[in-house]
């Protein structure tokens, strides 16, 4: 039961272009929502979050962007970087709970090319 | 910056065996976790610490599992007696309150 999918298990694109990653959800409940971006033999490492009251985030190169009728939310990575090929996963959780576990997508392969 | 640190970095055991997983979380951080990721798969949640207990655990965390802080600083996952299928990338995470929970690097356990 796959409650955070990301569809598309790699994205090109090149230097200097806009990254978009995208992201779907099946479980109402959620309402906090997170980008991860993992390279090889590390942990993921936090990019960017986004709770269910805001449609969008912002922070540098990085938008989060959060359609909830849609239950769909996306990653912008404007300038794309080299720097960026990574793993980036999807992840949401119910807010609500502090323990609340994280669900995670499969990721999608972002490769930069210079 | 303070970061989540995780030992050993690989792990390599005889199925049957037990084996310990350690994890010291970010020092003021109240809630403290384990996923799992096997190769080429997702990550996936294991079990969830809060105030000294398990407070939530999935399907996968059976008996085999144990979680502790003996001292206030390591988070350690035990597993009991090892198999196969346990091989996997066995990541900690810790956060402070309701935000996002940062991840140490994880250990690669490889049963054979």
């Known amino acids: 039961d796959q409650q955070v999918k990301q569809n598309s298990p790699s994205l090109s694109v090149q230097e200097g272009r806009i990254s978009i990653l995208n992201c779907d959800y099946t479980?109402?409940?959620?309402?906090?929502f997170l980008w991860y971006k993992k390279y090889p033999a590390e942990g993921p490492t936090f990019l960017i979050s986004?709770?269910?009251?805001?449609d969008k985030n912002e922070d540098g190169r990085f938008t989060v962007f959060l359609n909830k009728s849609a239950k769909h939310l996306s990653l912008h990575i404007v300038p794309s970087q080299p720097g960026d090929s990574a793993v980036y996963f999807c992840a949401a959780s119910e807010l609500d709970s502090g323990n609340t576990p994280l669900v995670f997508g499969k990721g999608t392969r972002l490769s930069v090319i210079a | 910056e303070p970061e989540v640190t995780q030992t050993p970095s690989h792990q390599v055991t005889q199925m049957g065996q037990e084996v310990i997983l350690r994890c010291v979380p970010i020092s003021n951080h109240l809630y403290f976790y384990w996923y799992r990721q096997i190769l080429g798969q997702k990550v996936e949640f294991l079990v969830s610490f809060y105030n000294n207990e398990i407070s939530e655990k999935s399907e996968i965390f059976d008996d085999q599992f144990s979680v502790e802080r003996p001292d206030g600083s390591n988070f350690t996952l035990k597993i009991r007696s090892t198999k196969l299928e346990d091989s996997a990338m066995y990541f900690c995470?810790?956060?402070?309150?309701?935000?996002?929970?940062?991840f140490g690097p994880g250990t690669r356990l490889t049963v054979l």
């Open positions: 479980n109402s409940m959620f309402d906090y």
């Open positions: 995470a810790s956060k402070l309150e309701r935000n996002e929970q940062f």
């Open positions: 986004i709770s269910s009251i805001k």
